[in-house]
């Protein structure tokens, strides 16, 4: 295949097979399954060749496919892939088969596959479009067929949730839409050159438009992507989403769909708003706090099992905030890192919890005792996952909260010892949820709870195998991000003339200091425009 074709097959492979499965006949219903997972499969061993073709030393986009779509408004067909998305790229294509592999629709299996094939597609076009417009159309893709799998196949109040979910991300996108044009416009009306939506263009004219107006733009991309990730105090929708989606919905939701928003402030936020992020770095710094430590609260006091673990989302995606807006190399790949492997960690443990919930048809804490007995392996596969959710060192989720925690103390220390709080919380919540469910001496129905079945298990084993490697040797992920993340960080000092902290500089100062956007100190305590 043609290298600079193979994103467009990876993005639309998906989408031909949700219009297969349209097109198959009722009495046929035996192949929906089978269709969904070749399909999804097909395009999980793209995203893989694609790993395996990538070049590690080359900080650019590469396989670059550029096509005219609306010349005349400066909007194209162009997609591209770096370091920074490559990896979301392929837990996407990883996740999808084991979710649809894992859990089977209760009704309506034809709908139900088709939706989620269209929201791998809209997943992926999201992670490799490096057009405005091309990305803002995935961007509201995604939305439609995660609203359906939550509205049809979820639980009690899954209408409620489903409603919530699509007017909360609905609002964000709405001004986005408006930032995206303000951009666009302003950009060309202040270069003189034409309107394009090309975000490497854009990016290269970063710092043309009027410090206020850029500021206000960039406002209007963040609180999309907040929404998104989801950052306190806009994260409301999503434990209601979680609770209430079907075992493969919150696998997706949580392990691909809210990575749409982190990556989306690092991708437009920091790329094309160099200065704005600056500006805005203490606040996003301090709601990154706030998250870690009010989601780990408010899971540690939660009685349903799988709510609890939405909560601790919240916080974990807390920290990710935290490494991104650290705004050094140490913080942005540790920010990088963590979103693939709370993806791997917390996808694993939403399949878990909708293991036990097959079993034993309740998700509440206190009706679940004694389940290591009765299914051991459930319980060891359980506690791998667990203790890497809480960063156990040898699992995956060490590294990254290293590293974020490395580039927040050079960037501002005292926010990053309060963040540390947030890795203890979640060690009590985590482990007290563990010890209730799963030690004790089991009664009832829970004396009887069948263990993972071969299909489980073959289903966990690549998600505990990630697990492992990327907590004892991450290097392979490390360097393929590196160059693209150093080229991000110069390409942030080149316009703002700023320097980036380092792990070698003097951590902390204040954040009045990190807020000083219009003048840069030097040595000699002169300052410069």
């Keep these: 295949m043609d290298g600079s074709s193979i994103l467009a097959a990876i993005i639309f492979l998906p989408l031909v097979g949700a219009v297969a499965l349209a097109l198959v006949a009722p009495s046929r219903s035996t192949v929906l399954k089978p269709v969904a997972v070749a399909t999804s499969s097909a395009t999980g061993a793209l995203t893989l060749w694609l790993m395996a073709a990538f070049d590690s030393g080359d900080s650019g986009f590469q396989f670059t496919q550029v096509a005219g779509w609306i010349d005349s408004a400066g909007i194209s067909w162009h997609v591209g892939v770096d370091g920074i998305s490559l990896f979301l790229v392929v837990l996407t294509g990883v996740l999808f088969p084991i979710a649809i592999v894992a859990c089977d629709p209760p009704h309506n299996a034809k709908a139900y596959y088709v939706w989620l094939l269209v929201l791998e597609t809209g997943c992926l076009g999201v992670f490799l479009a490096l057009d405005l417009v091309l990305f803002f159309l995935f961007f509201e893709i995604v939305l439609v067929p995660m609203y359906f799998l939550i509205g049809s196949w979820g639980h009690d109040n899954r209408r409620y949730a489903a409603t919530k979910f699509f007017l909360f991300t609905m609002l964000g996108s709405a001004l986005m839409l408006v930032g995206m044009l303000t951009l666009a416009l302003l950009t060309a009306h202040h270069t003189g050159n034409a309107v394009t ?31 998104k990730v989801p950052m306190f105090p806009v994260h409301t929708w999503l434990p209601d989403a979680h609770t209430e989606a079907p075992t493969a919905g919150s696998v997706i939701l949580a392990g691909v769909m809210l ?57 974990h995606l807390g920290f990710i905030v935290l490494g991104i807006f650290a705004l050094n190399t140490e913080g942005l790949e540790g920010g990088l890192l963590q979103m693939v492997n709370h993806g791997l960690s917390t996808g694993a443990l939403f399949l878990l919890v909708g293991f036990i919930y097959e079993r034993r048809h309740t998700r509440r804490i206190s009706e679940l005792v004694g389940l290591q007995k009765a299914a051991p392996v459930l319980a060891a596969v359980f506690t791998v996952v667990m203790l890497s959710s809480v960063g156990l060192p040898g699992l995956n989720g060490f590294v990254g909260e290293f590293l974020i925690l490395t580039g927040a103390f050079v960037a501002h220390r005292w926010w990053a010892v309060v963040a540390t709080a947030g890795v203890i919380l979640a060690a009590l919540y985590l482990l ?19 263990d993972l079945t071969w299909q489980e298990k073959l289903v966990m084993l690549p998600l505990v195998g990630l697990i492992v490697f990327l907590g004892v040797y991450p290097k392979p992920v490390i360097e393929r ?33 990190l807020r000083d956007l219009r003048v840069d100190h030097d040595d000699t305590g002169e300052g410069h425009h």
């Design 481 to 513: 991000m590196e160059p693209a993340v150093n080229a991000l960080i110069e390409h942030m000092e080149r316009v703002e003339g700023f320097e980036s902290p380092t792990v070698g500089d003097r951590p902390g100062g204040s954040f009045e200091e």
């Design 432 to 450: 007290w949820a563990y010890q209730r469910v799963f030690h004790g001496t089991p009664d009832g129905k829970n004396a009887s709870t069948p």
């Design 259 to 315: 990575k749409l928003g982190t990556y989306g402030l690092v991708r437009f936020g920091l790329y094309l708003f160099p200065e704005a992020t600056r500006y805005f770095a203490p606040l996003m710094f301090t709601l990154g706090v706030i998250g870690i430590l009010y989601g780990a609260v408010v899971a540690t006091m939660q009685r349903d099992l799988k709510r609890l673990v939405a909560y601790s989302s919240v916080a």
């Design 197 to 227: 939506f090309n975000v490497v263009e854009l990016a290269q004219s970063a710092g043309e438009l009027p410090t206020i107006t850029a500021r206000w733009v960039f406002l209007s991309f963040v609180l999309a992507f907040a929404v």
